[in-house]
């Protein structure tokens, strides 16, 4: 029985903290298992007379501690598992303290912790009060030097801002000295230690100046990070054009570890990656794994601005770097990738990930107002949706005004943690608008749905559209407000022609009636174009007119999403037991026309043949039953294999690489096609198909080709599976993250063992529980992207992953917490199957020793 009770932190009690850290200088002396560590801290107090210093500090051995020199006895500071109390001190002080800690016992991955036998660190949210006692939080800037030493097994020594000395010691041990000029938080400081090779080059700044870029990697690797190095460059040359951002220090590095709890980290000066989005080549990594790396080399560089320079005041404002690094880096992604195409997989991630954290218990604000583990909050609430929320204030205001706004707000609090309410602040006063109502997105959870209705008048040529918001209840919010939602509407005749250009309709209150004259007849209505609010649309259009915005929307993003729809309701109506098999071919139709469509890019040809993925479609119903839905999309997928058979053939030998590879867009959306058409057409196993797949899999040059055959290979099952699977991991077997795709490939098998197979894959001699990547590929794939199998009626499922969590949870809580959402759902599905989840996080609950991180997200998903 669990006796203590995690208090939460509350926005609510925010105080600033009541002294300036002016400067941290650190020494590291650096030894595997008995690290030291000596910080000195330039302190004055700016707070209350009186009140002590209390600084964060867990799992560190003390030392020594001194101030202004005099060491402190035992009885002149409090210390306990959190941290470091003292109780007089002056108002301006030194403070040296001394402490001892094991980084090769780290397997929490936060703090100083060894990966690959090298040094690395993960100070974000609250690792650094693991390496040294500091107060950890991000409104305590300080400039930060660091001196460390080494055995010059550990040729690099790398920490933030810029080299000032470096030198031999005795003993085959050498040092290095660090110095940012700028003022950081804690969360922001990083250490990297060892042996590795590096990629340099350099880039010419719009002012002038040249900025050495250095990657640093294992030895052997730097080939791979050639990529990343020119997404970096690219980064640097459009946060100047788009936003007027210029890099400040004379080196920028990044250092790529295997051992990651992050994608990656944007630590001043030296941004640390998870391995996986840092290293590509055409053999070992897919256009997808491409994408991720051009996006989040440019996500982490751009926080160098909206994050750095400028950063949170308290962590319940993560929203303020984190949205708005990921709308800048979505922006970046589609002048890269080609805006409509981007955007369609913008959304689709949105809904998958965010739309469903909306819809359960684990729903929160987008700037919340309380927790227990700030580490369960980094989220897609706050990364996503925080985004949309940005790109919807771009849209009301205008690019210019929009633009005007963020110069202020980098001009106005550079060098400053800040809040929420400060940034809105400088648009409003941009843009010469009252944004006091818009700022309820950033404090209420929950997709709003948004139901349009409209009324066509032929005798007086008038159309009426009336738009209506609700928002259901979630978590602590039972009641909600209206909120400003920009709708912008286009109108279009049964043929695709252009009635009205795109209008933005601003829904401001429960209802809205707008209307348009010099409509004389009933048009085809494109609302909700471009995705412009973060809402579930609901319309009164028929079949037909979805049919037509399918068959010619200019707006490539409607015309994806009419096809999403009718598929939807084709697949749930089967799901329901009223299948429409004229409705599936006349759908199967409509989408080879589609492909037929000469105009339209291959990428976007690939994602109209994304049929709506099984969570997704669970969400639409009140209680999902995941193995019909499978069945259902399943036929789907049979019906246009068999319909269009030969389009489908065709196109996929059409679209098969020639030549060099290239990483461009147009390349990757030839290659995304082809292996569209590899998936359509293992619905259809019939021998000339099954022989097409394996020739796309045997002859693959590339990983987007051998991936594209591998899964197809995998669905068919039987020997057709075993045998591609087994020569797959022979190729690649002594590649780590190549064979973290073999892994997760196999989390994703639909077959009715699939289970069985997962299970003894945690213990193949290649599975090591303790990487987050490894552990990700496998127990999370199956229990996020396998549904059929995981929401199993015998609720094996659920209790293997309660199983994965407990385990895990004894040394890697934030891994271990991104575990709990699925199963958070509970709701969503039949009460057999909701019982059985609900069994699984009360034992969860009430297991001994639980951390804190898993604590929390599963009682609320109880809740």
Not at 66 to 78: F, H, M, P
Not at 277 to 299: S, W
Not at 429 to 452: C, H, K, M, R
């Amino acid at each position: 029985m669990r006796t203590e009770t995690p208090q939460a932190v509350r926005l609510s009690d925010y105080r600033p903290f009541p002294f300036a850290i002016e400067t941290t200088d650190l020494v590291f002396d650096l030894h595997p298992e008995a690290t030291r560590v000596r910080a000195t801290l330039r302190i004055r107090r700016t707070g209350d007379a009186g009140e002590p210093l209390v600084l964060n500090g867990e799992r560190l051995k003390l030392i020594s501690a001194a101030i202004d020199g005099q060491t402190l006895s035992a009885n002149e500071y409090g210390l306990d598992e959190e941290g470091l109390t003292l109780h007089a001190v002056p108002d301006a002080f030194v403070l040296t303290t001394e402490v001892e800690i094991n980084p090769a016992a780290n397997k929490a991955l936060m703090g100083l912790y060894m990966s690959g036998g090298r040094f690395c660190t993960q100070c974000e949210a609250e690792g650094f009060r693991t390496i040294t006692f500091f107060p950890d939080r991000p409104d305590v800037l300080s400039r930060y030097t660091a001196r460390i030493e080494a055995d010059r097994g550990f040729p690099h020594l790398l920490s933030n801002g810029n080299l000032v000395a470096s030198g031999a010691l005795e003993g085959n041990r050498h040092f290095a000295e660090w110095k940012d000029p700028f003022p950081k938080p804690a969360y922001l400081f990083a250490l990297v230690a060892g042996d590795l090779d590096v990629l340099t080059d350099r880039f010419v700044t719009m002012s002038g100046r040249t900025v050495d870029l250095r990657i640093f990697v294992d030895p052997g690797q730097a080939s791979r990070a050639a990529y990343a190095l020119d997404a970096l460059k690219r980064s640097m040359k459009w946060d100047e054009e788009a936003f007027g951002r210029e890099y400040d220090l004379d080196l920028f590095m990044i250092v790529a570890v295997r051992d990651f709890n992050f994608g990656a980290m944007e630590n001043k000066g030296l941004n640390i990656f998870n391995s996986s989005l840092l290293l590509a080549d055409p053999e070992t990594a897919t256009d997808l794994d491409y994408e991720r790396i051009e996006a989040v080399v440019a996500h982490e560089y751009f926080h160098n601005w909206t994050g750095n320079r400028i950063t949170c005041r308290d962590w319940f404002q993560l929203c303020l770097k984190e949205g708005f690094t990921v709308f800048r880096d979505q922006s970046f992604s589609a002048d890269q990738r080609g805006a409509a195409v981007q955007r369609i997989k913008d959304v689709r991630a949105l809904r998958a990930r965010q739309f469903a954290e909306d819809a359960g218990p684990l729903a929160h604000p987008v700037r919340p107002s309380s927790y227990m583990k700030i580490d369960n909050f980094y989220t897609a609430t706050i990364y996503e949706k925080g985004a949309e929320i940005i790109r919807m204030l771009k849209t009301l205001l205008g690019a210019e005004a929009f633009r005007r706004g963020a110069d202020l707000y980098f001009e106005r609090h550079d060098g400053q943690a800040t809040t929420v309410e400060a940034f809105i602040a400088c648009f409003a006063e941009a843009s010469g608008q009252d944004l006091t109502d818009f700022f309820a997105w950033y404090e209420q959870a929950g997709t709003p749905t948004v139901a349009l209705t409209s009324r066509h008048d032929a005798a007086t040529g008038t159309l009426e559209i009336t738009l209506t918001q609700t928002t259901a209840p979630t978590p602590g919010q039972p009641t909600k407000r209206a909120l400003p939602i920009p709708v912008t509407i286009g109108l279009l005749d049964h043929d695709g022609g252009v009635l009205r250009d795109s209008e933005i309709v601003v829904l401001d209150g429960p209802t809205k009636t707008v209307r348009w004259d010099g409509v004389p007849a009933a048009p085809v209505i494109s609302a909700l174009r471009g995705f412009s609010a973060p809402v579930n649309l609901t319309t009164d259009a028929r079949p037909v007119e979805r049919y037509a915005l399918f068959a010619g929307d200019p707006d490539l993003f409607n015309r994806w999403e009419a096809g999403q729809s009718l598929a939807r309701d084709l697949i749930l109506a089967r799901t329901a037991g009223t299948p429409d098999e004229v409705g599936e071919e006349r759908y199967a139709d409509a989408l080879g026309q589609a492909l037929l469509d000469e105009a339209s890019e291959p990428a976007f040809k690939a994602l109209l043949m994304a049929l709506p993925s099984e969570a997704d479609l669970a969400l639409a119903l009140d209680l999902a039953d995941p193995i019909a839905i499978h069945h259902a999309r399943d036929a789907l997928r049979g019906r246009i294999a068999v319909h269009l058979g030969d389009l489908l053939r065709r196109l996929h030998g059409e679209m098969q690489s020639a030549g060099e590879f290239s990483a461009a867009a147009s390349a990757a959306g030839r290659r995304a096609l082809r292996n569209a058409c590899a998936d359509i057409l293992a619905a259809d196993p019939h021998a000339e198909n099954v022989g097409r797949l394996m020739g796309h899999f045997e002859a693959a040059t590339n990983m987007t080709d051998a991936m594209g055959g591998l899964f197809p290979m995998v669905q068919l099952g039987g020997m057709a599976r075993e045998k591609a699977l087994a020569a797959f991991h022979a190729k690649w077997r002594d590649e780590p993250l190549v064979l973290d795709k073999w892994f997760s490939v196999q989390g994703r098998d639909p077959a009715e063992d699939a289970l069985e197979r997962v299970i003894a894959l945690t213990r193949h001699p290649d599975f090591d529980k303790t990487n987050p990547n490894r552990l990700r590929a496998l127990v999370s794939t199956f229990a996020n992207f396998n549904p059929a199998r995981f929401h199993d009626v015998s609720g094996a499922g659920y209790r293997f992953l309660t199983e994965q969590i407990l385990m895990v949870d004894a040394y890697n809580p934030m891994t271990a917490a991104r575990l709990v959402e699925p199963l958070g759902g509970w709701r969503r599905y039949a009460p057999a199957l909701a019982d059985q989840m609900k069994a699984a996080l009360r034992e969860i609950v009430a297991h001994p020793g639980l951390s804190k991180n898993v604590l929390e997200l599963a009682t609320k998903a109880l809740d």
